[in-house]
């Protein structure tokens, strides 16, 4: 398979795309009828034929990603005359490119991620055509065809918006990132400091999944990704140590979903809202750190209070690291993390480029083993991954965002965001805490059936503009709305994470799933947090406001936390809780 995987053809296609979003960094702004088309056409062959499970899939897959190369080569080679049509098709053969294109890329997101996704954009666009004919006040005025397939598909909205834009601009390049550090010793050097600082303490091979999770999300921003990279090291840890399988598969689920809250990539969530707000990458950054920090905190604090319950072994020092190999490994991922940080605060470079840098210093590091060894053939093979890794990857979050484009075309076409919107302030009474709980519920629903960054720009889409209304800041609304579409990763009866963490550990996944839910309580609760202590977020603007509101929310956390989860008189403990709470949302 993973010859297969390693093809030359697939390698070469992978540099290509690698080459592509580099390009444009360095070359400069380029329209967004050239670079975003294009964005898709490369992306096809890896959705549409490396991804193929079938014969059938894949001669099909082929088939599709001509026509799909073709369509998108039109609107390339045609930008400057398709720009003066201001989204308004002329002729036939533009209608059936505009068609198709939309099609194409509700099927290259059904075989990226399956159909949820793909059947709420259906419903979106048959809201479109159809609107108009239902009735009272969600209805449309209705519009033409001609201006409704052009506006998704020949003009800088729908398939080409901003959306993609970010995609092609920015979450391409930390992808890219990612993968070219994932390609090299990063990996180890992440197990082996979390290791080398946690291994040791009650519950240490627990702590070392959390802190390992914590620091390989903040590159891969995928949940899934993350249960079954850290997860065939960190599970079977735990497993050989005498800990509970279902407690195991739990550990890891709830710390790799902390991954996409986690700055600097937040799952390409942190890209978006740049887009979504208007907020600088770097504040964003700065307000999602302390609610990220207090997750993975809590998380820690449940494993203390599951060693109530069960035996949690240390792990043993024979099976540590050596220092040498710690310090090592570490500097696989610190000196490019070194230089992007460097980049973007001291050199005041944008976050895209400062990753572009930081990506010619992990290329660099490739040449290197554990040992500090040159090997021009290994590099060759690092070299080779980092260039699949890459080219899958930003397909896979390319089919999702320009799926996730067409809801959004929709929503602003037909005025359906501000009628979603009309309805949360309605149902809420205009109260703010009643429309946050419609919210969060809306969140967790849509949640389930698509992945997080298209469940938030969907949600923080028709109720954003709610919360703001009712008083909310807008980067803490779409905060909160990011956080709350991140539940589905552990909740039932869809929970991607625990799902693959269950199937590696071999426990029943609603075992796993009850656990995953009591030790990653604060996911639930930390959003509610943010909102009744504001200075949270506030570390750029008002750092002793932000700690003061960080320690008040951790200490109402670990009472929570221990008051769910420990061994303990049931009195004592709901009296945690309530204490907890308290300190929390009424102090």
């Not at 001669?59 to 039109?74: D, E, K, N, R």
């Not at 709305?481 to 589905?488: G, K, M, T």
């Amino acid at each position: 398979m993973l010859s297969r995987q390693l093809h030359p053809g697939w390698v070469a296609l992978g540099a290509i795309s690698v080459l592509f979003h580099l390009g444009l960094i360095f070359y400069g702004l380029a329209p967004a009828l050239i670079s975003r088309p294009m964005h898709m056409a490369l992306a096809l062959p890896w959705i549409l034929v490396f991804m193929a499970r079938t014969r059938w899939q894949r001669w099909s897959g082929w088939l599709l990603t001509l026509l799909g190369v073709a369509a998108c080569g039109y609107i390339v080679l045609n930008e400057a005359a398709l720009a003066s049509q201001y989204g308004f098709i002329d002729n036939a053969w533009q209608m059936t490119i505009g068609g198709f294109l939309i099609l194409l890329a509700l099927e290259t997101a059904r075989r990226a991620i399956g159909w949820p996704l793909p059947l709420v954009a259906l419903c979106a666009l048959a809201y479109a055509f159809l609107g108009s004919h239902v009735p009272g006040e969600f209805g449309h005025q209705g519009m033409p065809t001609a201006s409704l397939v052009g506006t998704l598909t020949i003009a800088e909205g729908g398939l080409w918006g901003e959306l993609t834009g970010v995609s092609v601009g920015v979450v391409a390049i930390f992808v890219i990132f990612g993968a070219v550090l994932n390609a090299g010793e990063a990996g180890q050097g992440f197990m082996n400091m979390a290791s080398a600082f946690a291994g040791r303490l009650t519950g240490g091979a627990a702590k070392v999944s959390v802190i390992s999770s914590a620091l390989m999300g903040s590159i891969s921003g995928s949940a899934s990704a993350n249960v079954a990279s850290t997860g065939s090291i960190t599970i079977p840890s735990m497993v050989r140590l005498g800990y509970p399988r279902s407690l195991a598969g739990a550990v890891e689920a709830v710390a790799s979903s902390g991954g996409q809250i986690m700055p600097p990539l937040m799952g390409a969530g942190a890209f978006v809202m740049v887009e979504l707000t208007g907020t600088p990458y770097v504040q964003i950054m700065a307000a999602a750190v302390l609610p990220a920090l207090l997750y993975f905190t809590t998380v820690w604090v449940g494993i203390n209070a599951f060693a109530t319950r069960h035996d949690l072994r240390p792990i043993a020092a024979d099976d540590a690291p050596a220092p040498r190999e710690v310090l090592i490994t570490s500097l696989f991922f610190a000196v490019p993390f070194a230089i992007l940080l460097e980049r973007i605060f001291h050199g005041g470079n944008t976050p895209q480029f400062a990753a572009s840098i930081a990506i010619f210093a992990g290329l660099a590091l490739l040449l290197f083993n554990v040992r500090l060894q040159v090997s021009g053939r290994d590099f060759g093979h690092r070299l080779a991954e980092a260039a699949v890794t890459a080219g899958r990857q930003v397909s896979v979050i390319a089919s999702i965002i320009i799926c996730a484009s067409l809801v959004i075309g929709v929503l602003s076409m037909t005025g359906l965001g501000v009628k979603v919107t009309s309805a949360i302030l309605s149902l809420s009474q205009e109260a703010l805490w009643p429309a946050l709980l419609l919210t969060a519920i809306a969140c967790l629903i849509l949640g389930m059936e698509v992945p997080t960054t298209a469940a938030y720009v969907i949600c923080v889409s028709v109720a954003g503009p709610a919360l703001t209304e009712l008083g909310l800041a807008p980067l803490l609304a779409h905060l909160f709305v990011f956080w709350f579409a991140l539940l589905s990763t552990i909740t039932p009866p869809v929970c991607g994470g625990v799902f693959i963490a269950a199937g590696m550990v071999g426990e029943n996944w609603l075992k796993v799933a009850l656990r995953a839910m009591a030790l990653g309580i604060g996911l639930y609760l930390i959003p509610l947090a943010m909102v009744a202590n504001t200075g949270v977020i506030a570390l750029a603007e008002d750092l002793p406001a932000a700690l003061i509101d960080t320690g008040k929310i951790g200490i109402g956390l670990v009472g929570i936390s221990y008051g769910v989860i420990a061994r303990r008189p049931v009195w004592l403990r709901l009296a945690l809780i309530l204490a907890g709470a308290a300190v929390i949302f009424l102090i």
